[in-house]
């Protein structure tokens, strides 16, 4: 299975450890208590890998899988979230996967092919109590599931097949399929101070999916997701 690539992971895991001390740091900065808030603005960074076997088995006929053999899958992620209560909140997802980088111990059928996913999903979040104060007042624990439909766009390089001695014979290059989704996410939130906070995720994502130009008809995907999130509406019941 050709699903390792150490260096976006290696970078990820140090911009993991930056956003981390810097967290720690803002929020020792930060000595009054953080105001709870309604409204959760999310810009994340994803890095994903397969865990999926490199081929696909379609009822006995054995393929060199696609989508398990792209070792990049580099991508975007605008999230929102709105809670209902302190420890629950309905989010909504829309993220931008690029995998490219596809390599086969044994075949190059997809060779230099690459594909672009659109993924909008929402899901319900929950939440660990913060403490009253100290650090534990800017750092939130939560664990979500959500579902959702996205569009994958394939551009190969190479036509799949080749007819000998054929004329005028044209197999697709290009291909767009819906697909649809579930996610499973675990992840913290770190405050750093009223208006703006960091946040770490390991999401775990299934998939369906029915194509032409390649047999898989699901797909596994793990990522990490790292970014900022910036905290609106305040809470009215802190007031009170």
């Known amino acids: 299975m050709q699903n390792s690539n150490r260096w976006p992971l290696l970078c990820t895991i140090k911009i993991i450890v930056i956003l981390l001390i810097f967290g720690f740091n803002g929020t020792n900065s930060v000595s009054a208590q953080h105001i709870p808030n309604k409204l959760n603005i999310y810009a994340s960074l994803l890095n994903g890998t397969s865990s999926d076997a490199s081929n696909f088995n379609s009822n006995g006929f054995i393929t060199p899988s696609l989508f398990s053999n792209?070792?990049?899958?580099?991508?975007?992620?605008?999230?929102?979230?709105?809670?209902?209560?302190?420890?629950?909140?309905?989010?909504?997802?829309?993220?931008?996967?690029?995998?490219?980088?596809?390599?086969?111990?044994?075949?190059?059928?997809?060779?230099?092919a690459s594909e672009i996913q659109t993924f909008i999903a929402p899901g319900i979040r929950i939440y660990t109590p913060k403490a009253l104060l100290g650090f534990f007042n800017s750092v939130a624990f939560y664990t979500e599931i959500a579902a959702g439909a996205g569009q994958s766009n394939l551009s190969l390089e190479n036509p799949i097949m080749r007819i000998e001695n054929g004329e005028n014979v044209d197999f697709p290059l290009n291909e767009s399929n819906l697909y649809t989704g579930l996610q499973a996410r675990i992840g913290a939130t770190i405050d750093i101070d009223h208006t703006i906070g960091l946040h770490v995720n390991y999401t775990l994502a299934r998939n369906q999916i029915n194509a032409s130009l390649f047999n898989d008809t699901r797909f596994s995907r793990s990522y990490l997701e790292i970014g900022i999130n910036i905290k609106l509406l305040k809470s009215k019941n802190y007031y009170k």
């Open 70 to 112: 792209f070792n990049q899958n580099i991508g975007f992620q605008l999230s929102g979230s709105y809670h209902i209560k302190s420890w629950i909140a309905p989010v909504f997802h829309i993220s931008w996967i690029h995998a490219g980088k596809w390599t086969h111990n044994e075949s190059n059928i997809y060779e230099n």
